[in-house]
Structure formats: structure tokens, C-alpha cells
């Protein structure tokens, strides 16, 4: 009766953590190996088989390598994981490890120290020439480097090859072109973009392209940065709002894709209902997964310019999905950078390319052909740009982020003129410039 | 031990978790919102009165409200009269009634997330089974229902609706079993017809019961959350909040981290839902003491 409590409150504690997933190489100590004494908690989002296996495994071969070192992984849905992250920083227990997408966010842990500073680490080994440099800027807070990146993707104007030629069209090479095309496939009962905007990012990304198209990255970071009296309700942003008005005018998306989740989307781009698709590179993965044939009619071609806009069509939007951080608060920092090397090793690189991934980190040559074509395809876009336009939610300050996509969603919805949305950007940013210092 | 002494002393314990876990966080988003906390690793600064200020101006928060009293009204007249219909049909021994009592009481036991995905594909703008429906007699026919800003919650609510009114009915079942019989035969020797015998016996009998569901309607739709945080993102937020979903937004989503002004938009929720309950809760009491059922005499 006496080993009953323990054992009683092992099977409760293994009840609760259930739901957090433990990997099961973590669950048993391994025979002949000394007890661990360090132990790491690492959070990130890639909760879905592929990328998810390939973090595990560089895992376990930092554990072989540091045999008195135990490594917790965490695994969150997306959302989920923003709104813990953002409380648990807040009441001082963040992971040892964490996941990041850079930029505002994690500018805003790097100013009140909740993240270490790797520039040192990076120094060392050549560890950072290993690194696309724009990538590695995403990560980069006033010249001090907070995270490494793991994963790059990019946005391209994805269409479907097949419906293309069926109609006797080319894919748009102008703004003029997109409306065009929105013409032809509506009187085809063709939705000519698909698009499902209920959890408001996929729509940004219309406004993204169009602003930078209209007014130029540089307007973009001087405004986000409150530099040159640049603002947010420059002309640019407001024409940016009358041309994606003009695209929901000229019929481009399907009825109600406001209200629609953004898998609907996929299936209706996939299932050939839908002829263009401003999509991340991940999707690709996602249709690899879903219905692989499909790849062989998926073709991209960058957002087309706008007459008399200052943007290059060159830019691509994209930004880093994927990036490890250190918490300030990490008792074993140099631990933990080492853990960050494993998590960006070359045999890392070759599997994140494996399954479709662009990776942040300079691949061989033998690694890059295991790209599937499509994906290879948007890499040659990304790799011909000017400039990498950063995605707002993921540059911006958090507010101003939900705010950018509030606004635009009401643009999409016709609740907000262009100059309504772009007014409330400028006085958010406003106010928000009281509150935080500029990263 | 005297039981004038044991009997708290039984009770501290539950006081105690009671205190730790509800309590304590009540306390806490008092003081909270006191403070100016603009993101989670910021510095709380303390600022009196002033998140309530701004939320006195914040449009956002008036239109929630508006919903919210909204939701009420819709409960109190479309679920009640429902509930009690179906109850009272479902209480004549029909065929098949333990399947018609299961059905209607099934979306009660479906787990909210499954609901909201459920209804989702049912409100899909062209494929989903309403807008399908409409099309046998109008071709083509196509409706935003979840992205429409005007008619978005409206559509929620029926979906709202149709999720609670089973549970109400096994509510007014479980009282219709309670009625004796007796007064029944006695009406029917008196010459009433199945109509006056609802309309005098049945309706007057049930009182008590619509007292405790049309309560649990009003708090519910006071502090109602998941099905609108689940199924209205498609439509700005003027026209999607409810107080809840608005207190987390600012709190929690979206990396916003607004801790003290949400936790002032929480006292808020407080002050209100305590403005509309006291007063029923009185109201009961008085009834109490010597009507017990709250019947009439």
C-alpha cells in the first residue's frame, strides 16, 4: 500500500500531461546514460507531422551529444501559442527555448530583455555566414541578432496552369491584367482568386502587395519605424485601399470569404474552382499533402505592379516562419545556444527541404534540388528580389498588427473607406508610438 | 464538537478554493485595472480611474453591450417559448418521443468547438446546406451569412438558439412530471379543454421553472463567449464583440496584451451582470418565504 500515493499521483500527472504532448524519447531515461541534470524547455507551433519530426530528431541528437541535458518539447497551435507566449512572458515563466517569427514582437522582448542577445554566439564557428542575410535582419534588433531562423517562405501569386491555358489567358504581368482576369473567370463561374479571410492574414496580404507596389518597401519601414515624417495614411496606403477595393468590385474573390476559414480556400484552389491563389510558399507543403497531383498544374509569378507606383515588382513579401530564440531569464544560456545550433544544422537544412520548405539557412546545391518544383520556382522569385517586404503582423507592434488587419478586413467587408482604413492606422500608430519605444 | 462551531469549520475548505480560484482573479482584475499595461512585457504603470474613462468612449464596447442585451431579448423570447412548446408536446406520450427528446437535446451534449465548425460549413456561402437549400427555388443563390456586418450575430444567435433550447426543455419536461395529475382530472370534470387546462394548470404550474431558466438565459447571455468567438471573425469588430469575446481580444488574442484596460472592461462585465442579477435574485427571495413555488394562490 505504500508505493499506492506515488504512484497515484504519477498516473494523475501523466493525465495532465497529456494534452502537452510530451515526444516519447523524453518520457524514459536512457539506460547507461547519466541522469540528466540541465533540463531545456523548448515551445514552437510546428504541431503538424514533417517539420514537427525533424525538430524532434535534432532534438535527440543534441540529447546524444549532451547526454546530462533533457530537452521538454512543447508543441502549440498557432494562435493558441501567441496568446500563452504573450502570458507567460508577461508573469516571468517563458520557455528556456521559444519560437519566433522576429520582427515587432520579438523587437518588444528584445527591448525589455526577455530574450538573450546571440550576437556573440553567432561570431563564433562562422555560424553566421551560414545565413541568409535577410532573413538573419528579420531577427536583427538595432544590430543585435535575438533569434536565428530557421524557415523563410515567401508570397507568390500561385495559379493553376490548366485553367490558365483552358481559357486562353497568361498569367497577369499588370494590375490592369488582374482585373482582366477577373473578368474572364467570372463570366467562366471561375472564381479567379481564392481566398478565405475569417482569420483576417490571408486578405493582408492583398494590401501588402498593393502598398508596396503603390509606395515602396522603404515607405513601409519609415512609416513602421516613424522615420522621415512617413506616415500610414500616405497616399500610397490609401491608393492601396482603392485598388483592393476595386479587385472585390470586379468580382475577384468568392461571396462571403470573409467569413470563410482559410482551409475552405485551399480545398477551393486545389479542387480547380479557383484560378489564382496569394498564398505562403508552406503552401505548397500543405497541397503536396493533400492532393499531390495537383503540383504538376501549380505554377507562380510575382504580384504585378501598379501603373505609376514606385514599388518594384520585384519585391516579394515574405518573412521568417519559423525562428528560435533564448529566454533572458534561461539559467543555462550557453546550453541552450548550443541546442540552437543543433536546431540549424546542415542535416536540419537538407529536411526542411526535403518537405517543401525554403529554408533561412544557405542550402547545398544537392539540398535544393529536393525542393519540389513549384516551391523551386517561388525560391527563384525570392532569390531575384530587390528587396523582401516583411509581413506587417509580423513586423509591426502588436496592436498596430491587429489593427492592420482590422482595417483591412474592413476594406474587403466596404465597412471602411480607403481613407478611413488607412486614417486609423496612422492614429494607432499614434498612439502606439507613446506606449512603446520604436524597436 | 457544537455544530454552531463545525459546521463553517466543514465549510472553510471549499471557502478556501472558492477564495484562491474565483476570489483572488476577481480581486486582481480590480487592482488591474487601475493600471496602464499597453503589452505584456511592459512596465504596469498605476493610472486611476483613466482605462475606465476610455472605455466609456470606446465604441467598440458599446456596440458589445448592445449585442449582448441583444442576445438576452433573443433568449428570453425565441429559446423560452420554445423550449416550453416543444416540452409540453414531448410530454404527451407520442411515438418516438425518446427519440424527439434525444434529438432536440443532442446539440447541448456537442462539444461548442464541433458546433461552431458544423454550422460553419452549414453557412458556407455557396456549397453550405442553407444557401443549397435556397437554391432549389433560386438558382445561383449565394449569401455571406457568417461576413454580412448587418446580419452576422443574427445568424449566430440561431445557432445560439438552437444549441440551448433543448436543455431548457428537459428543464420544463422535469417540472411538467411534477404536476399532479389530480388537478388534470379535476379541470377536465369542471369541462375544461386541452387548451384552457395548458393555459390554467399547465403554464401557472411551470412558473417557478421559467423563474430559474429565463435566469440562467440572462447570465448566460451576459458572460456568452464561444460560438461568436468561434464563428463571427468574418465581420469587423463593431459588429462581432460581445463583452466576453471583447475582454479576451484586448487581454489575450492576438499578442494585444492589453491587461489592464481588458481587466477594466471585465469590472465593467461585473457591474453590469451584477446590475441585472440582484435585482432578480431579490425578486425571487421576496417570493419565497411564504409562496415557496412562487405560484399563485
Known sequence: MRTLPPLACASVAALLLGCGKPPADTASPKAGAPPATITLSFWHIMNYSGPEEILAEAVQRFEHAYPDTRVEIQAFENDAYKTKLAIEMASG?????????????????????????????LSRDGWRDRFIDQAL??????????????????????????????????????????????????????????????????????????????????LFLDAADGRGGATFDASPFVEAGERLQRLVQAHAFPVGFNGVDVGMARSRFLQEDAAMYLMGTWMVARAQAEKADFLAKLDCVPFPGVPGGKGSSRTVVGGVNCGFAVAGRCPHPERAIELLRFLTAPEVVEAWCRIGRIPALR????????????????????????????????????????????TTQGLFAGTLTPAEAAARMAACAREAGQEHPPP | ???????????????????????????????????????????????????????????????????????????????????????VLLHYPTRGRTLFRTAFFAPMVMPTAAIAVLWQFIYAPEQGLL????????????????????????????TICWRYIGFHMVLYMAALGAIPEELYEAARLDGAGEWQ?????????????????????????????????????????????????YIYRLAFDEYQGRFGYGSAAAVMLFVIALLVIVPLQARSRRRSPDNPTGTAP
Open chain 1, 93 to 121: 515563466t517563458p520557455p528556456d527555448i521559444l519560437f519566433t517569427w522576429g520582427g515587432g514582437p520579438l523587437a518588444q522582448f528584445a527591448a525589455s530583455g526577455h530574450v538573450a542577445d546571440l550576437t556573440e554566439a
Open chain 1, 137 to 218: 535582419g528579420i531577427c536583427t534588433v538595432r544590430g543585435r541578432v535575438f533569434a536565428v531562423p530557421l524557415d523563410l517562405s515567401a508570397v507568390v501569386l500561385w495559379y493553376n496552369r490548366e485553367l490558365m491555358q483552358a481559357h486562353g489567358v497568361k498569367p497577369p504581368e499588370t494590375y490592369d491584367d488582374l482585373l482582366d482576369l477577373c473578368g474572364v473567370f467570372h463570366r467562366a463561374r471561375i472564381t479567379p482568386f481564392a481566398l478565405g479571410n475569417m482569420k483576417q492574414w490571408p486578405g493582408a496580404f492583398y494590401f501588402i502587395y498593393l502598398a508596396n507596389r503603390c509606395g515602396g518597401t522603404e
Open chain 1, 363 to 406: 542550402p547545398t546545391p544537392e539540398a535544393e534540388a529536393l525542393l519540389p518544383e513549384p516551391t523551386a520556382k517561388a525560391l527563384a522569385l525570392l532569390k531575384a528580389a530587390d528587396a523582401l517586404q516583411p509581413y506587417y503582423d509580423q513586423y509591426l507592434t502588436p496592436r498596430l498588427a491587429a489593427e492592420h488587419k482590422k
Open chain 2, 1 to 87: 464538537m457544537n455544530r454552531r462551531l463545525a459546521t463553517p469549520l466543514y465549510l472553510l475548505p471549499a471557502l478556501a478554493v472558492y477564495g484562491l480560484f474565483v476570489l483572488t482573479p476577481i480581486a486582481e482584475s480590480f487592482r488591474l485595472s487601475l493600471f496602464r499595461w499597453p503589452f505584456p512585457s511592459a512596465q504596469p504603470v498605476f493610472c486611476g480611474l483613466r482605462n475606465f474613462a476610455d472605455l466609456l468612449r470606446d465604441a467598440v464596447f458599446w456596440k458589445a453591450c448592445q449585442h449582448n442585451a441583444a442576445l438576452l431579448l433573443m433568449s428570453l423570447a425565441v429559446q423560452l417559448p420554445a423550449a416550453i412548446a416543444l416540452a
Open chain 2, 131 to 158: 444557401s443549397r437549400l435556397i437554391a432549389l427555388v433560386r438558382p445561383g443563390f449565394a449569401y455571406p451569412w457568417l461576413a454580412d456586418p448587418r446580419t452576422t450575430l443574427l445568424w449566430i444567435f440561431v
Open chain 2, 197 to 245: 387546462a395548458c393555459r390554467y394548470i399547465t403554464l401557472p404550474m411551470l412558473r417557478p421553472m421559467i423563474g430559474i431558466s429565463a435566469t440562467l438565459s440572462i447570465i448566460g447571455s451576459l458572460k456568452y463567449f464561444d460560438l461568436v468567438y468561434l464563428m463571427a471573425g468574418g465581420v469587423p469588430e463593431e459588429s462581432r464583440e460581445l463583452m466576453a469575446t
